[in-house]
């Protein structure tokens, strides 16, 4: 019971504070993995990957996720709820005075500030998780530790997600479910 | 009567958005104008622009909040709470089944390689998320100075994202108060 309400009130905060949609709640769980031991970095990616690959908004498909792997199914409803709280609780009082809200020179100025700060966040939790995927630490010296299977497969993904304008558009599954694929085919993972 | 007539319907339209929205945010809006606008004559076009814009820069999942919006015009609070668990119902029962799936064969050699393949693909999805947000977030040089000391003061101190979002909006609404020039500058392509 108390682990329920620690995660409803754990993605409460982070319902109140991750601005902007998407992975906007990256940074917040990335904070909460180091500091309730819920899951590990790790986890938290296979969450995004999963959150990507199926359908729902991807701040609710990680919730549920980190929720039923702390505690089941009970979890996975309170860290939903505890997400979507502060949302409810904040639109029921804009919808009142939407128009008023939009055109106010407060919510602008603070909005042109939050915005860049938000996309830091995601990038400082974007280069975080690089560090650890294309690098380990290595007795043998700073180059032995790179991951090159991962930095090729992350340069052909780049290019086919940026650079190749046939292959720009498609859904982020079909690249999940290739980049699957090569992890088995040259066996990713590290022992 | 009706009122229960009109929350099932909420309910069941945004289960359905909720259902068929890949990736959140605005993979929603081509099925929100489908089911919304077009087949049921909740909200005009306009109006889910004006909800997208709120839900963009007030906290929250930008699904939810727009699925509170509706719900809350069409039959006042409660219409709002059941329009949110709607949008929300299928990622929980969706999630829950996957994760238990996924939990139960993490340690198979197969699952950690795919997953050890699939952190690589997490890493770019982030980075052109990040590329994206860039473009509607960092227009000015007051904006990159944020974004630069939000980035590195987040990778390298162990502070909290809430800390990074409550400093952003102080200075938002300082500059607003003290410098409105300087928000001149910045203030064409402003979504």
Known sequence: ???LLRLYWEFFKTGLFAVGGGLATLPFLSQMADKTGWFTQGQLMDMVAVSESTPGPIGINTATYVGFTTSGVPGAL???LGLVSPSILIILVIASFLKAF???RFVEGVFRCLRPASTGLIAASGLSVAAITFYTAAPEGLLAGIQWKAVVLAAVLVLATRVIPQTKKLHPVVWIALSALAGIVFSFARV | MKNVKILTDLFLTFMQVGGLTF?????MLPILQREVVEKRDWATDEELADYFAVGQCTPGI???NTATFVGQKQAGILGGIVATLGV????????SILTGFINTFAELAVVKNAFAGIRVCVCVLIFNAVCKLWKGSVKSKLA?????VVTLGSLFFDLSPVLFVVVAA?????????APAARKSTKEGEV
């Open chain 2, 23 to 27: 990736g959140g945010g605005y993979a």
């Open chain 2, 62 to 64: 930008i699904a939810v």
């Open chain 2, 170 to 178: 102080v200075l938002g609404i300082g500059l607003e108060q003290f």
């Open chain 2, 144 to 148: 990159l100075a944020i974004f630069a």
């Open chain 1, 1 to 3: 019971m108390i682990l």
């Open chain 2, 88 to 95: 929300v119902a299928p990622s929980l029962v969706i999630i």
């Open chain 1, 78 to 80: 309170a860290a939903t």
């Open chain 1, 102 to 104: 939009r055109s106010n």
